[in-house]
């Protein structure tokens, strides 16, 4: 047997006694996962720490501002409603120029309108549509939903059509209203909806039901209705109400910084 450096009998092996910075490393790896799960443990004190149900979600907060919105909004409404009644009491004005007013707040919409009227309901196509005429591909995701250019396209032929007032869900237009789709929601003047999307025309109902089939667009989303079945029903409402816009008129508007 050789009297070799690392034989087990010798007092002076180098290998028994090297210093090794592998354990080293592997000690301060287990001490910092150590660390680790200490302080996650002390954050979480008993919860789940990977949950987002204490975050405040960005759906929920658009709800509850469109609902703000909407108790604002009618609040609004019984204001002005009660500066009219005092101003009515006695303003100093004509009855010509009462008269006056009086036409221009129709045309603004902040009056009431009666008339015969008709609803317009939109709707998205059921998520597993498939084409239902030859020739037609497959849909896209994007073909099963009403996007803004549909909501657009029903108003501008209704105005067109003659209507004396339009109301879309529960809100009444006016020169300024935009109507304004994010995802697969409406958002309109300050407040969020979901589809079914009904728009509410005043006027005469054979007139406007010929301006929705004349409209260009209206043709073209009707390929999409009987294609891949987007919702669409006209109904006609017999005498019904619109009520008058009772949100804020100011204009606000970008200014470039100087």
Aim: glycine content about 8%; overall charge negative.
């Amino acid at each position: 047997m050789s009297n070799s450096a690392d034989s087990p009998g010798t007092g002076s092996s180098p290998v028994r006694g090297r210093f090794r910075p592998v354990r080293v490393l592997t000690g301060a790896v287990f001490a910092l996962a150590g660390l680790i799960f200490f302080t996650s443990f002390n954050t979480a004190k008993g919860t789940d720490i990977r949950t987002d149900a204490s975050l405040l979600k960005l759906s929920d907060l658009i709800q509850e501002r469109s609902h703000e919105n909407g108790r604002l909004n009618e609040a609004n409404g019984s204001l002005r409603d009660d500066v009219e009644a005092l101003a009515e009491r006695d303003d100093g004005s004509t009855k010509a120029e009462d008269d006056k007013l009086a036409a221009l707040e129709r045309s603004a919409g902040t009056q009431k309108v009666t008339g015969e009227a008709i609803t317009v309901t939109l709707n998205d196509a059921p998520p597993d549509a498939t084409a239902k005429l030859p020739g037609y591909p497959e849909p896209q995701p994007d073909y099963l939903v009403i996007h803004q250019q549909d909501l657009q396209a029903v108003v501008n032929a209704l105005w067109q059509g003659g209507a004396k007032g339009i109301k879309v869900m529960d809100q009444r237009l006016i020169s300024t209203s935009a109507v304004r789709c994010v995802g697969n929601t409406l958002i309109l003047q300050g407040r969020v909806y979901s589809p079914p999307y009904k728009i509410t025309a005043v006027g005469d109902p054979e007139v406007l039901q010929k301006a929705l089939t004349a409209a260009p667009a209206i043709q073209n989303y009707m390929v999409y209705v009987n294609v891949y079945g987007l919702g669409w029903k006209v109904t006609e409402d017999g005498t019904v109400t619109l009520p008058g816009y009772s949100g804020t008129v100011d204009l606000q508007y970008a200014k470039p910084v100087e």
